[in-house]
């Protein structure tokens, strides 16, 4: 006989009650955390436009999984500051001149942080990420890399670089069977190359080059405005870390041979050389204890901002040529006239110069297609931005450049491509300077301006000599596809051949 026995009712009834009194439990704490969200959002938000309640936890995160321009046009007409909340980060977006400048010029209340991800994928000690003296420190010494004698040197770089892709794209634009080539990846390769060997010259093999190349794709698409907040495998920030950790390796052994180049003697040849010589230099007064991954950060940093920003406004200023071919004619005339019929002359600074429509036609070109239309900060502590608004620390405080450069008051018929508003010294645009902030304002603007201008103007010149390029219009031409920056949807299909 068995000595099994069956509980008693009791027995089950006390179970059951003890179950049901902690889902009751569980229940209330969830149901209160949720009202908590909801509370502490609609605290933040005050009288900001945007949504009255947040969906719990991922707030607009469905919104950002696939971001258009159109919606973020809608934010920005919503009023000068509006809110919105993704995975519980608070965001304020700014889209006046106005508030926008005072988030970029408050250095004590506000600190960049690019995206959520941006200091997993670029690590927090960044020099991006520094405020106070110690990014002065770098700004002191990085100043030196971006004089018109440092440019002087760059530009012969990427020349050369520019026409040897260009060949390419001619050589495999004749092999192919499409009518047309896209654009995008062609042009971020040949950016990639340019960066690299004008930031570290010999300094790094041909088989880092490439590898690097292949990696950086995940570092763009981890910088995002929003993504998944967590390093998880398979997300695409933790793809993102992986391709950094192998980026950094070449970086800081080409750092590391830089040094060595130069305190045996050696003449600069590239932006790294540049760095360790001024830090050798007897009238130079910064800091000269940078290490070799310091600067292999601010390479990387550099190379974000030459990969994505440079890129996207390559692609832009291509598709902006072959949309208008009247423009384009100006341009191979400037071309034309300042080269003397020698199209194989290197392209120097003071063949620069003498090119004021090219480059009117890269400003205005920027101005209609910014590659950055918002550039995150965070709150340090409670920020005044309005009269009326206070945005608590912690806050994601965002200034929004698109509508600045937008703003029909400063370019009138603002949709319209139009280098010559830049050609008029009483124009508004040139009165209005503070309106054009494609590359950002205060202490943290961009420090490469000259360098990506100049290498976007000098590629699109001489692919107008080199070759007739046609854009193949599709559905997806004028639409907007936004990940770190910004590019045609289609990726911009040119067809190309050689000019006779």
């Not at 436009?49 to 919503?78: C, M, R, V």
């Not at 970086?251 to 001024?278: F, R, Y």
Request: net charge positive.
């Amino acid at each position: 006989m068995s000595n099994y026995s069956l509980p008693s009712p009791g027995l089950l009834f006390a179970k059951a009650q003890h179950s049901s009194s902690w889902l009751a439990t569980t229940l209330a704490i969830v149901g209160s955390l949720l009202i908590l969200e909801q509370a502490v959002y609609r605290y933040k938000k005050g009288n900001l436009p945007g949504a009255t309640w947040t969906i719990p936890i991922i707030g607009k995160f469905a919104d950002s999984l696939h971001p258009t321009l159109e919606n973020y046009q809608q934010q920005w007409a919503s009023g000068p500051l509006s809110a919105v909340s993704v995975f519980n980060i608070f965001i304020v977006i700014a889209s006046t001149n106005e508030y926008t400048r005072k988030i970029f010029n408050s250095p004590t209340y506000a600190e960049p942080c690019l995206v959520q991800s941006a200091k997993h994928v670029l690590k927090p000690n960044n020099w991006v990420f520094l405020s106070g003296p110690a990014h002065v420190a770098y700004r002191k010494v990085l100043n030196t890399l971006f004089t018109r004698k440092a440019l002087g040197l760059y530009v012969t770089i990427q020349d050369s670089i520019a026409r040897k892709h260009l060949r390419k794209w001619l050589v495999d634009a004749a092999k192919s069977p499409e009518p047309s080539q896209v654009i995008m990846w062609t042009s971020r390769a040949m950016n990639m190359d340019t960066s690299l060997r004008v930031f570290c010259g010999k300094h790094i093999s041909e088989e880092a080059a490439v590898r690097i190349n292949e990696e950086y794709w995940n570092i763009t698409k981890a910088l995002e405005l929003v993504n998944f907040p967590l390093a998880l495998p398979g997300t695409k920030i933790y793809k993102a870390v992986q391709s950094r950790k192998i980026a950094m390796k070449h970086l800081i052994q080409a750092a590391a041979d830089s040094k060595k180049h130069v305190a045996n003697g050696g003449v600069p040849e590239c932006m790294l050389d540049e760095w360790n010589a001024a830090m050798l230099d007897p009238s130079y007064k910064g800091r000269t204890d940078f290490s070799d991954e310091e600067m292999a950060m601010v390479l990387l940093s550099f190379l974000f901002a030459s990969q994505d920003a440079m890129s996207s406004g390559l692609i832009y200023g291509f598709q902006h040529l072959a949309d208008h071919p009247e423009i384009l004619a100006k341009v191979r005339e400037e071309q034309e006239r300042v080269r003397a019929g020698d199209y194989d002359a290197p392209m120097t600074l003071e063949m620069m110069d003498q090119m004021p429509y090219l480059t009117a036609f890269v400003k205005e070109s920027l101005r209609l297609k910014p590659p950055v239309t918002m550039v995150p900060y965070k709150a340090l502590k409670p920020f005044q931005i309005s009269p009326d608004y206070t945005a608590p620390a912690g806050t994601m405080v965002i200034p929004s450049l698109y509508p600045s450069l937008h703003d029909p008051a400063v370019y009138p018929a603002p949709e319209r491509l139009n280098p010559d508003r830049w050609l008029d010294p009483e124009s508004l645009a040139n009165k209005n300077p503070k309106n054009y902030m494609v590359w950002g304002a205060g202490i943290h603007r961009c420090i490469g301006v000259e360098y990506a201008t100049m290498n976007i103007a000098l590629t699109l010149g001489i692919a107008a000599m080199m070759m007739d390029f046609e854009h193949d219009v599709t559905p997806d031409s004028n639409k907007v596809q936004m990940i770190a920056t910004i590019f045609p949807l289609d990726g911009c299909k040119l067809k190309m051949k050689p000019r006779a």
